[in-house]
């Protein structure tokens, strides 16, 4: 079956003049759903006739995240660009209702996503599925209930399918190779569930690509994700991610993919990631980095942030003192309940440090320790020093790697105070950082 002569030309024009040979596009406008390798490379007829063919589909997200906002096509006279609005008809090829002589040079579109250039054979985040996949083509579903058609981004295709038809247009006529396409199994990904990964970062500002959708999933999922990626796709999430949540996915990677990461932000960029770690989390990831990179992150951290990591610093990173976090809850032992739900209240470090607040004397000198558990069943006006958990457990911020895990296995702790010299308690280590430490060493 070779190419039909069909009237669609005249349809717009009027003119049999126009009619020209087109690929059999007829079951497009019946269609609810499109592919853009069908529309790439289609004709473009304007109120005088054919004019050029179909060189790109975008998407304006800022406006609208799915919908279509602007047809590229190329002429004699160079790439044309006009609003979508324009389209009259998109029956065996588009039509439109202005004069190709009106529309404007295809100069770098600003704030702009081109479906074929920045979606075809691109990695994407199916945040559904929590992978990283390529796109083999775009479906578009067609609205033609008005006078005007609208064409919006459905899924994108990430199977066989989608590689085969891309592959055989052109060299197989329309109708055979639907029908070959119809016995490949259907494999797509549908828009909402899809996050763009926008390398360059010029286009990044432009586009304000926010992963919303990558930010909604467990950090642990997201290092996953991550760890799939190239370096470069790695640097663009974590440019454009939350900081808050780009800290708490960055605490998830591996080590070496970590500082790889860090390692390709501006400073300032990376900053801003390592003031929301947790500090010994921060400590141990700039351990690992040369003093002169470790140095310029520091100097952009704010002071509070920067001195809490310097101190951590100080210390050998098989240590207590090197594993221990510095953001727990201290009361004084003469607190009460009340005081501990207030102080919960306000608690900005990580809630894996909360299942135990510890008490101090005036001089700071660890005295007790309360489980979260006894102090939610207790009244306001309760001493905390009646809720103590006994024996209590600490250990010295000298005290080995192995001598730690042996008393968290030992006591099955959940978090473990760290002392200095004077039984100063200078911070918390907890199960997560067991964890950590275990992991690393498989």
């Not at 918390?428 to 690393?440: F, G, H, K, Q």
Request: with cysteine.
């Amino acid at each position: 079956m070779g190419q039909t002569w069909r009237t669609d030309a005249m349809a717009c024009t009027g003119n049999a003049s126009h009619w020209i040979p087109l690929p059999d596009l007829s079951m497009l406008s019946a269609m609810p759903t499109v592919t853009l390798s069908e529309l790439l490379g289609s004709p473009v007829s304007d109120p005088g006739g054919r004019c050029g063919r179909v060189r790109e589909l975008a998407v304006s997200p800022q406006e609208d995240p799915a919908r279509i906002a602007i047809l590229v096509v190329r002429t004699k006279s160079g790439d044309r660009v006009l609003p979508f609005s324009a389209v009259t008809s998109i029956n065996g090829g588009l039509c439109t209702a202005t004069s190709a002589s009106t529309w404007t040079a295809a100069d770098e579109p600003e704030g702009l996503l081109l479906l074929s250039r920045d979606l075809l054979d691109q990695q994407i985040i199916d945040v559904h599925g929590r992978k990283v996949v390529r796109v083999n083509d775009v479906d578009l579903h067609q609205d033609t209930s008005n006078s005007h058609p609208t064409l919006r981004v459905s899924a994108v295709d990430v199977g066989a399918r989608g590689a085969v038809r891309r592959l055989l247009k052109g060299v197989v006529p329309w109708g055979p190779l639907r029908a070959l396409l119809r016995q490949i199994p259907e494999r797509i990904i549908p828009w909402e569930f899809v996050d763009v990964i926008e390398t360059d970062p010029a286009r990044r500002v432009k586009l304000k690509i926010s992963h919303e959708r990558l930010a909604r999933l467990h950090p642990a999922d997201i290092a996953d994700i991550v760890e799939d990626l190239a370096p470069d796709e790695r640097e663009a999430v974590f440019e454009t991610l939350d900081e808050g949540v780009a800290a708490d996915a960055l605490e998830e990677v591996d080590p070496k993919v970590q500082k790889s990461i860090v390692e390709s932000l501006d400073s300032d960029r990376a900053a801003e990631i390592v003031e929301e770690m947790d500090p010994d989390a921060a400590a141990d990831l700039l351990a690992d980095l040369s003093e002169e990179r470790t140095s310029e992150i520091l100097l952009e951290m704010a002071p509070e942030e920067r001195k809490e990591v310097s101190d951590l610093l100080e210390f050998k990173e098989n240590t207590a003192a090197g594993r221990m976090n510095t953001q727990y809850i201290a009361l004084n032992v003469i607190a009460a309940a009340r005081d501990a739900v207030e102080a919960l209240r306000h608690f900005e470090g990580g809630i894996e440090t909360v299942s135990t607040i510890y008490l101090t004397d005036s001089r700071g000198t660890l005295a007790g320790a309360v489980p979260l558990a006894k102090l939610v069943l207790a009244t306001p006006q309760t001493p905390l020093l009646s809720l103590t958990q006994e024996p209590l457990i600490s250990c010295h911020a000298g005290a080995g790697e192995k001598a730690v895990a042996e008393l968290f296995d030992k006591y099955n702790l959940l978090t473990l105070p760290v002392v200095d010299d004077h039984n100063k308690l200078t911070g918390v280590i907890t199960s997560d950082d067991i964890i950590s430490m275990l992991r690393a060493k498989l």
